[in-house]
């Protein structure tokens, strides 16, 4: 198979970082807490980044970024946290509506320790960001360029980034259930790919997992309104709506990374490719990445996107096999 890399049409985004144009909230549930929260989107300065910032609690302790070096749990998500022992957790779907509409700059106000999980997807967020209004800003967005393969694995799960033009998502899943089994997906985050192809993909769970969950504090807040949910004997999903995509399973994966990998602090020119990973797998990437010497280079997306022109994909693709 020709490598899609190779083949892709990229288009050349915005130079400029780009914040909300105005705020605004959402109500919603936490998925594991249970949690009813309050959340308001606002508009933010250049180079400020994504900061969450817990409204529910008094002073500078309250303040939060959103940055690999501040997650402190990956445990059926994304948690960041701080010295003070704040925490706000269950991040990755809104930092990946944030990242596919290029929201550099925000605040993020929220009334409680979890983002709410609205209907499992990040596909609320972007309706709202888009509600809201884009709004470019006097300066210069950053990317971080990938200049050598990183890998970190755990058996026989991986997760890796390498050279590629423009940041693009491989992921492959397996669970021995009828209703998912193998599935795989390659997205180029462009043209619109992450509104069209990716956002609307839920989080998953097993039947037979929910009592457990509970019992360990988890998925208090987790219904068939916010979650693909398979039956005990793995063959169907039990949503009476059915499936929002055919491999909607692996399409969350890809959406889960597209969130944590945007705790790098800004988009990633290069290519994601995770084997069964998961947040924690995505987290020690990103270290790993960012401990490696000459494994990246921070330059001005204009710079980036006029590399992109030009470049040849320096490895072949497990796709291409």
Same mark, same amino acid.
């Given at each position: 198979m020709?490598? @899609?890399?190779?083949?892709?049409? =990229?288009?050349?985004? /915005? $130079?400029?970082?780009?914040t909300l144009r105005s705020?605004? /909230? *959402?109500?919603? +549930?936490?998925?594991? +807490?249970?949690?009813?929260?309050?959340?308001?989107? *606002?508009p933010a300065k250049p180079d400020t980044g994504i900061v969450f910032r817990r409204t529910d609690i008094s002073g500078e302790g309250a303040e939060l970024n959103a940055?690999?070096?501040n997650v402190v749990d990956t445990t059926m998500g994304t948690t960041i946290g701080n010295d003070n022992?704040?925490?706000?957790?269950?991040?990755?779907h809104l930092m990946a509506a944030?990242?596919? *509409?290029?929201? #550099?700059?925000?605040?993020?106000?929220? /009334?409680? @320790?979890? $983002?709410p999980v609205m209907d499992g997807s990040a596909a609320p967020f972007v309706f709202l960001i888009e509600c809201a209004g884009i709004q470019e800003q006097e300066a210069q967005r950053k990317v971080i360029e990938i200049l050598k393969p990183i890998v970190v694995q755990d058996g026989d799960r991986s997760a890796s980034l390498s050279p590629a033009p423009i940041f693009s998502v491989e992921c492959e899943i397996y669970f021995d259930k009828r209703a998912i089994s193998r599935q795989s997906c390659h997205f180029h985050l462009s043209?619109? +790919?992450f509104? /069209?192809?990716? *956002?609307?993909?839920?989080?998953?769970? =097993?039947?037979? #997992? $929910?009592?457990?969950?509970r019992a360990a504090g988890l998925a208090r807040g987790g219904s068939l309104k916010n979650a693909v949910v398979v039956s005990c004997d793995g063959d169907k999903v039990l949503n009476e709506e059915g499936l929002r995509y055919e491999d909607e399973f692996v399409r969350h994966k890809a959406l889960d990374c597209i969130g944590d990998l945007y705790l790098a602090g800004a988009s990633i020119r290069g290519l994601y490719r995770g084997i069964y990973s998961g947040h924690t797998l995505n987290n020690k990437l990103l270290h790993k990445l960012f401990e490696e010497k000459g494994a990246f280079r921070r330059v001005s997306a204009e710079e980036a996107a006029h590399a992109s022109k030009t470049w040849e994909s320096p490895h072949v693709s497990a796709m291409e096999a």
């Open positions: 020709v490598n @899609p890399l190779r083949e892709a049409h =990229f288009q050349v985004k /915005s $130079v400029f970082q780009k705020e605004i /909230s *959402c109500n919603g +549930t936490g998925l594991h +807490t249970g949690a009813h929260v309050t959340m308001t989107m *606002c940055r690999w070096n022992n704040i925490r706000i957790s269950t991040i990755e944030l990242h596919g *509409c290029e929201i #550099d700059n925000a605040i993020i106000n929220i /009334s409680g @320790p979890e $983002v043209n619109g +790919t509104k /069209s192809d990716i *956002c609307r993909a839920r989080t998953f769970g =097993f039947e037979e #997992d $929910v009592a457990k969950l």
